[in-house]
């Protein structure tokens, strides 16, 4: 989609024009899904996420600010802090008071030879806290300071609890390849 | 931003080739709904809510009010109605015995006995008031006749055979039976002579 059309329709959308959304929507849902499938633990909450997510957006997208940054950043930040507010309701996010952390040894060809669906069925079963930690580092870029701020927790702790997803889904990996 | 190893950079890799389900529909028509619901919310302004929450504290307020008024109501009629019925009237203080108080020395006025009640003798001083120092409008008072009127007492023969003695309305301080009535008719010496002769 072109930069202009799609400055198009989030204008129509910031009138309430129904068919404008769903476009947006339609637009979007691919994008939006595969954020929201990283931090659910199945298509059904990834759906729950998605679905209030984009509530929130069309209700607040007159805040929306093009000098900002993009319409994809701004969408997956409202995604994200959704699927987050989901694990929390589930979870608890406790402080650890950890000074140095083990960094775990991975085998990236075993990775490379892993399904991708397989893949995030084991960073599904990481624990809560641990997966939300983990996909905000490894997969959305995320530094231990935003984390931590995000979850408000320490950055050791955040850092506790990427140490502990990486060795969880080697020792799983290497149990898949066993 | 983090700086990403190439392990991560593989497992975001990896996790992009993750299909995603076709729920685009069913996903839509739940955001469609709830669209739909501020349309609704937007009628429950912050003024209509006031509202409600005044008219629900009126409603406390009124229930409240109601039974501060049935129990003060209960309260009433329950201590208009303890006054005994039963009670023997010799407990009431005819007020032919206040005739006494008007005596230049103090008085000491024995009470009628209560069962389980002790009573403590009531002390009339001789600068009391009573309605009987009050003087009546059109009548001369003799100071000296006044001071000769003996006191009645309450072994009268009506009091001991138990009669019960006629309700006297002390604050009106009805006159005795046979003496005429204050108001309006003018009262000499002669009368006063003629109560005391009845008392006696």
């Known amino acids: ?178 | 931003m983090n700086t990403s190893s190439p392990y991560d950079q593989l497992l975001a890799a990896k996790l992009d080739q993750v299909p995603v389900p076709d729920m685009a529909d069913s996903i839509w028509s739940a955001i469609d709904t709830q669209l739909d619901a501020p349309t609704d919310a937007s009628t429950d302004t912050p003024k209509n809510k006031t509202a409600r929450k005044i008219k629900g504290k009126g409603w406390y307020g009124f229930l409240g009010t109601i039974t501060v008024v049935t129990l003060l109501w209960w309260g009433y009629n329950h201590m208009n109605h303890t006054p005994p019925q039963n009670k023997p009237p010799q407990n009431i203080q005819p007020a032919t015995k206040d005739s006494s108080a008007a005596a230049d020395t103090s008085t000491v006025i024995n009470p009628v006995k209560k069962k389980n009640m002790p009573v403590k003798p009531v002390i009339i001083k001789k600068d009391s008031t009573s309605l009987h120092d009050i003087p009546i409008k059109g009548a001369v008072v003799d100071s000296v006749s006044k001071q000769t009127l003996p006191p009645v007492h309450i072994d009268s023969p009506l009091h001991i055979n138990n009669v019960p003695l006629p309700h006297v309305d002390s604050v009106r301080n009805n006159p005795p039976p046979g003496r005429k009535k204050g108001k309006g008719v003018k009262i000499n010496n002669d009368d006063y002579k003629i109560s005391a002769d009845k008392g006696g």
């Open chain 1, 1 to 178: 989609m072109q930069e202009q059309d799609l400055n198009k329709i989030i204008t129509d959308c910031r009138s309430g024009n129904r068919k404008a959304q769903e476009q947006l929507y339609r637009q979007l849902y691919g994008f939006a899904m595969a954020i929201a499938m990283r931090y659910a633990i199945d298509e059904h909450e990834a759906a729950d996420i998605l679905g209030h997510a984009f509530v929130k957006m069309f209700r607040s997208i007159n805040s929306y600010d093009p000098s900002k940054g993009n319409f994809h950043g701004w969408l997956k930040k409202i995604i994200i802090n959704e699927s987050l507010d989901q694990i929390k309701q589930r979870s608890r996010f406790s402080t650890l008071e950890i000074d140095t952390v083990e960094e775990p040894f991975v085998n990236n060809s075993i990775i490379e030879k892993t399904d991708a669906a397989a893949i995030l069925q084991l960073i599904r079963q990481l624990p809560p806290a641990t997966h939300a930690v983990f996909v905000l580092y490894v997969i959305d870029g995320y530094s231990h300071k935003e984390i931590a701020a995000q979850l408000n927790i320490s950055e050791g702790t955040s850092k506790w609890h990427l140490s502990e997803g990486r060795k969880i889904i080697q020792q799983k990996l290497m149990a898949i390849k066993i």
